[in-house]
């Protein structure tokens, strides 16, 4: 195949770019790691990762869809891990992951509020509540973490919510197949899924033909909270722990994946499974580093080189595929 015949391909799937450099760094990193990173062990770790932050990924594509952003999913990933935890040792854990889910997807109903009815920027509006819900977090555990009970972790409840396994890899990874299949069949074939690129690529054409555009925007943010709190609810589930910093700076992970699969900040393209290639990159990167002894202190550091270097590369290949 030639190399203009590859441009259209380019052009039509924005994860093109994003499966290149994440076929580059497995290459890389398998080759200059001793066999330390390319195990099957290793391997099923990346995958764990990836699926607790693609969940809260998926949900922050829907929003960026949306020509908004939300940047307090990291707090909302903690609180439902709190609550979850709180919960668990009370109630049993699949009732404990509703409540949590609920109160995820509360806090997303408070950000779409106050970002519809309000007019203010969601960046800034989220920005807030990040800092609302990490305080809380924070002052509700007292520097102490929250845990489950010996006696709890029984049954198939907890079993199947990130506190047990199924050929190899943690129960959180099936969640994210299951809630990316939805999530697709609800963007390509049902009518939320055009109104939402619409809404994103144009809120004032889409207002025009008779959508609800605050409607939307209000159903994204909810989405986004309850799959933050469900991400959050897998991990304590896999922890057994959580504490009043659980999921710092994931928002930033999030945000990055999503932009590095190809969603635009702007709104109104949204790549579900570039978004996933974006946080398999990073959860990639993650381990790499661990894998060949960077000192934590240099950690996010390099960390961050490579994800400009990824985000480069990957706009390169955009911009060669948009010239005639």
Known sequence: MSLAAIKPVVRRHAEIGILLIAVALVAFFSATSDGRWANAYNFATILQVTATLGLMTLGVALVIG?????????????????????LASRIDPSAAALAAVAVGAAIGLLNGLLVTRTGTPSLIITLGTLMIFRGIAIALTEGFSFSIPYAARKGWSFEILGGGEFLGFNTALYWLILILVVLTVVLTAMPFGNRLLAVGGSAASAHSRGIRVGRIKLSAFVICGALAAFAGT???????????????????????????????LAGGRVSLIGALLGAFVLSSIQSYLVVVGVAPQWFLLFLGIIVVLAAYGDQSLRQWALKK
């Not at 896999?238 to 994946?257: C, N, P, T, V, Y």
């Open 66 to 86: 949306t020509g908004e952003i939300d940047i307090s999913v990291g707090s909302t990933f903690g609180m439902g891990a709190l609550v979850y935890l709180w």
């Open 234 to 264: 897998l991990e304590a589930g896999k922890l057994g722990f959580a504490d009043g910093s659980m999921g710092r700076l994931m928002e930033l992970q999030a945000i990055a994946s999503c932009v590095l699969g190809g969603c635009l």
